[in-house]
């Protein structure tokens, strides 16, 4: 330990000196290329910011740099030393911290403890009084003022953070990533920890700042990259780069296979939503959607799109606003009214939510609707389930040897098909998909979008949560874009593009009003 | 049909009737009258109110849940009908007032777990202590007894022929649970809801009346149980069927019901109870201890949560050498 930070000091590195290189890196999960050819340089003393949409793979990236991941091919360089890491805690123990938007402390344990978790070479008695006065020492080093002997239970989210930074501290640390620290801070704490950040920069550690705030990664972030698809699209000085030349990086992608599906016939207003909100997750979220019309939500996941539709289905209730549907205001506090309204909600996670892996296809497809199905004793008539299921398997052609099946047995594109046959069968007036097509295969990604536009045309009205953009914007009639809990936009498929959509998601000011709820 | 049949024999099921025939056939080489109509009777009737409860208990467990608290309520049942007889209440009324409390202990239970979302294991705790102590307030440690000879005989003589009535009363659930688990509404959500709670939810399943119907049902039957107790008994105590609710949900976990809910079947407790009678009946001929008895099915129990590794474990090295 001694030796150790002799040594660091000894090849300090001069001022914007190389601290960590990644060259080459390749990761695939099975079918997915999480990162493709990644090469990035970390400098001491400099803030890098990292930008990209949801699944760019900024996630796998600093999985990889912490260790938790091994990068397929390609190698890492610390301070000019190549670098393997088989674990998180051999990359702390090379001075590569990582903090995140949730921190994680112990709550039961005081501030120095926490500070002090990794620091396994203790001894068989703690010294209390040394390890106090070190983590003083060290949170005064920062300029904050916590009393080192209380619990971590209560502290605010920004002192969470600190106590973070601190045990990066702690560690020697010579390369930091944040990854979306200030996500749930007020703008006051986001502050204070941009004071905290510029220190360390001041102390020669490398910085890698994970963020979806752009105005955030201006203020900070001395580099500036941008990740789509597993690749990295470019990295440039913060001054040669504007938000928009950020966001067009974003989202430059290829329309691909994706046809933009034919407006059907819109025909009379079916839901009138004003105001609605639920306390700590979303606000004031205003829409109309009309028979046959689908409005698509995007926004970048925690924008609190999931949140509305689950309101909608009285999953969790909303706590203020009007819904009014066919004309009636109406209020939905569980999934039975919603149901019994006309509602249904095909949940974004298929395997713990949307469906019961275990069980049959038929069970999946009858159980929203099961009364339907009994005789007068009660009973099951499983016949009629499973002539239901089977008119579903030809209608959305579900590749299935047989409807008895588990569930569990089928591919993620033909599970997404029993979940939809499922809330078909309740002849829903409303329509709610979250996610339809997430991790499914292109194929299967086209058969669903094929049937979502059916669906319409029979005069379903349907919202359409994804983050998949150019599915958004081929899918939809009108696009609403949320961002943390907020309605940022209304836009007309004429006036969506994924930079509009983007630059809304990311709360930059389009010149382009929202255009309100009035249709 | 006979494909799945034998898809189930190899499986759980299979192993326990392999057991059975085994502990049968061992049996009989010790008594000759192993088999006859009599014995099998009292095979039955010296658990026979453990086994009615493990019925209800299996649908429990299925939905993911546990009730600790039945042999308090077989106890609490008991000890409020022998009270409210002694002070004076005809036998019949006191009947009533005991499953009435059986009734109240349901929803007492069900209301804390469906409708305030505690755990089952905790309430049902709480519930084992609370209504023990019920019991032993309302009966102390002296016998109540001297009850009218017919309540005595409900307990100890043939109804329909040999067949005592709780006997009867547990064929009539085991056939009636039996097609409510595998073929009505109800069974259908317990499935459901004990694989994936919030899947259930998320598909508008009421979930909590679901709960709620499974405990009070659950308290319904074991208050049943208890009157029957006392009545093949002729004697209520305040410690009856103290400790009952760890033999019940073994008989259940050893039919091959997950305790983690979301599988096992009704057949396979059926199987269990046989095995558990059949095995303790003959340790008994063998003149085996008590102790030795309850370590015996103490290890089988191990096995049962073992069993299906293992067998997968078989199955996917069988599968292996096909290829």
């Known amino acids: 330990m001694e030796g150790a930070a002799v040594d660091r000091r000894s090849d300090a590195p001069a001022v914007n000196a190389p601290m960590l290189n990644l060259r080459d890196i390749t990761k695939r999960f099975g079918a997915t290329q999480a990162l493709e050819g990644v090469s990035l340089t970390l400098r001491a003393g400099r803030v890098h910011a990292l930008l990209g949409e949801n699944g760019a793979g900024k996630s796998t990236l600093i999985k990889i740099m912490t260790g938790v991941h091994q990068p397929d091919h390609g190698e890492m360089l610390l301070a000019g030393r190549p670098l393997r890491l088989a674990s998180a805690a051999e990359a702390q123990r090379h001075g590569i911290a990582a903090i995140y938007q949730e921190p994680l402390l112990f709550p039961d344990l005081n501030v120095a403890e926490n500070i002090f978790i990794s620091h396994q070479d203790r001894g068989a008695v703690t010294n209390w009084r040394q390890m106090f006065r070190r983590a003083e020492e060290i949170l005064a080093s920062l300029g904050v003022a916590l009393d080192v002997r209380s619990p971590a239970r209560g502290l605010t989210l920004a002192a969470q953070q600190s106590v973070?930074?601190?045990?990066?501290?702690?560690?020697?640390?010579?390369?930091?990533i944040m990854d979306e620290p200030t996500a749930s801070l007020s703008s006051h704490e986001v502050a204070q920890l941009f004071k905290l950040v510029r220190d360390l920069?001041?102390?020669?550690?490398?910085?890698?700042?994970?963020?979806?705030?752009?105005e955030e990664v201006f203020e900070i972030a001395d580099d500036v990259t941008v990740f789509r698809d597993g690749r990295l699209i470019s990295t440039r000085p913060r001054a040669e780069v504007t938000p928009q030349r950020a966001i067009a990086d974003m989202v430059g992608r290829e329309m691909g296979l994706l046809q933009p599906r034919s407006p059907a016939k819109l025909g009379e207003k079916l839901l009138s939503v004003r105001g609605l909100g639920r306390d700590g997750a979303f606000e004031d979220v205003s829409f109309d959607l009309r028979r046959g019309e689908v409005l698509g939500f995007a926004g970048l996941i925690g924008a609190g799109r999931t949140d509305v539709g689950l309101a909608l289905f009285g999953i969790e209730p909303a706590t203020s606003g009007q819904i009014v549907l066919d004309g009636r205001a109406v209020t939905i506090r569980s999934p039975r009214q919603a149901m019994a309204l006309?509602?249904?909600?095909?949940?974004?996670?298929?395997?713990?939510?949307g469906?019961?892996?275990?069980?049959?296809?038929?069970?999946?497809?009858?159980?929203?609707?099961?009364?339907?199905?009994?005789n007068w004793l009660g009973l099951v008539r499983t016949g009629m389930e499973r002539a239901t299921a089977e008119a579903f398997r030809r209608r959305l052609a579900i590749r299935t040897p047989s409807v008895d099946i588990a569930v569990s047995k089928l591919s993620g594109g033909n599970q997404q098909k029993v979940m939809l046959s499922k809330w078909l069968n309740t002849h829903p007036a409303l329509l709610i998909l979250d996610e339809p097509t997430r991790g499914i295969d292109v194929g299967a990604k086209a058969e669903v979008h094929a049937i979502i536009g059916e669906l319409a045309a029979e005069g379903i009205g349907i919202i359409m949560i994804s983050s998949d953009l150019p599915e958004v914007l081929a899918m939809s009639d009108r696009v609403l874009v949320m961002r943390e809990g907020r309605q940022m936009a209304v836009l007309d498929r004429d006036g969506a593009d994924q930079e509009s959509v983007m630059a809304?998601?990311?709360?930059?000011?389009?010149?382009?009003?929202?255009?309100?709820?009035e249709a | 049909m006979i494909a799945a049949a034998f898809a189930r024999l190899r499986g759980w099921e299979g192993l326990l009737l392999a057991l059975l025939v085994v502990i049968v056939v061992v049996n009989m080489a010790h008594s000759?009258?192993?088999?006859?109509?009599?014995?099998i009777i009292n095979l039955f009737q010296l658990e026979i109110e453990k086994i009615i409860v493990a019925l209800m208990m299996t649908l429990i467990i299925i939905n993911g849940e546990i009730d600790l608290s039945v042999a308090s309520v077989m106890g609490m049942s008991a000890c409020v009908m022998a009270w409210s007889f002694r002070a004076g209440v005809p036998l019949p009324w006191a009947m009533l007032a005991a499953m009435a409390s059986g009734v109240a202990a349901g929803l007492i239970n069900g209301f804390w777990i469906a409708y305030v979302g505690l755990p089952s294991l905790a309430v049902t705790l709480a519930g084992l202590i609370g209504y023990r102590g019920v019991a032993r307030i309302l009966v102390q440690d002296r016998a109540i007894g001297d009850y009218p000879g017919w309540f005595n005989a409900l307990g100890q003589q043939g109804l329909v022929g040999p067949l005592t009535l709780s006997i009867i009363i547990f064929l009539a659930m085991f056939a009636v649970l039996g097609l409510v688990l595998h073929g009505a509404a109800l069974g259908r959500l317990v499935y459901v809801i004990g694989n994936n709670l919030q899947a259930a939810r998320y598909s508008g399943v009421r979930v909590r009346r679901v709960k709620m119907t499974l405990f009070v049902a659950s308290a319904v039957v074991a208050a049943l149980a208890g009157l029957l107790y006392a009545a093949r008994l002729g004697s209520v105590r305040g410690d009856m069927a103290q400790g009952f609710e760890l033999d019940i949900i073994t008989i259940v976990l050893l039919g091959g019901v997950s305790i983690f809910g979301g599988s096992g079947n009704l057949l396979g407790v059926g199987l269990s109870i046989l095995v558990i009678l059949n095995l303790r009946n003959g340790m008994g001929l063998a003149d085996i201890t008590g102790n030795t008895q309850t370590s015996v099915i103490g290890a089988l129990l191990i096995l049962s949560v073992l069993a299906p590794n293992i067998a997968q474990a078989i199955h996917i090295r069988w599968k292996g050498r096909e290829t």
């Open chain 1, 164 to 176: 973070e930074i601190a045990k990066a501290i702690s560690l020697n640390v010579r390369v930091l």
């Open chain 1, 201 to 214: 920069r001041e102390k020669d550690v490398a910085i890698l700042f994970v963020s979806h705030r752009m």
């Open chain 1, 342 to 353: 006309g509602i249904a909600y095909s949940s974004e996670d298929r395997r713990q939510l």
């Open chain 1, 355 to 374: 469906l019961s892996l275990p069980m049959s296809i038929a069970t999946n497809i009858t159980l929203p609707v099961l009364s339907r199905y009994l």
């Open chain 1, 504 to 517: 809304a998601a990311m709360g930059q000011s389009t010149a382009r009003q929202p255009s309100g709820a």
């Open chain 2, 32 to 39: 000759p009258y192993y088999l006859g109509v009599g014995n």
